[in-house]
């Protein structure tokens, strides 16, 4: 598999250039920059998104990307993460800090939630 790793994002424009990736793990400066880029990635397996920022993630659109098995988030203590922008996506695994405040819901099964104090390594 293709693993590319990005630290201190404002932008992911280009990241189109980059089709075969399966697995991508990048840092943002801030929350809301748009991750509409990343739907070129039609192979996306596992995504790992980081900020710092307190602003809640605009995830929309992310349940277009076929292949997307398993999304880690890493975002500071009571950030809300809302599940409903992921309705839509199919058997993925969703992984968050513990305490992370979830809002909105997705279909029935089709997001599983997993709670660890340290992100495991992309797998």
């Known amino acids: 598999y293709t693993t590319l790793f ?4 404002s932008s992911l424009d280009g990241i189109g250039h980059f089709p075969e990736l399966t697995h991508l793990e990048f840092e943002l400066r801030r929350a809301d920059a748009d991750l509409s880029p990343l739907l070129a990635l039609k192979k996306i397996e596992c995504l790992r998104i980081s900020t710092e920022d307190t602003a809640m993630l605009a995830l ?7 292949r997307l098995r398993m999304l880690q988030i890493r975002q500071p203590g009571k950030t809300f993460l809302n599940l ?10 969703l ?26 390594p992309m797998i």
């Open 6 to 9: 990005r630290s201190g994002l």
């Open 60 to 66: 929309l659109g992310l349940s277009a990307l076929p």
């Open 84 to 93: 409903a922008q992921l309705d839509g996506c199919q058997n993925l695994t």
């Open 95 to 120: 992984v968050l800090r513990p305490g992370t405040p979830i809002i909105g819901q997705a279909r029935d099964g089709s997001v599983d939630i997993v709670r660890v104090n340290d992100l495991p």
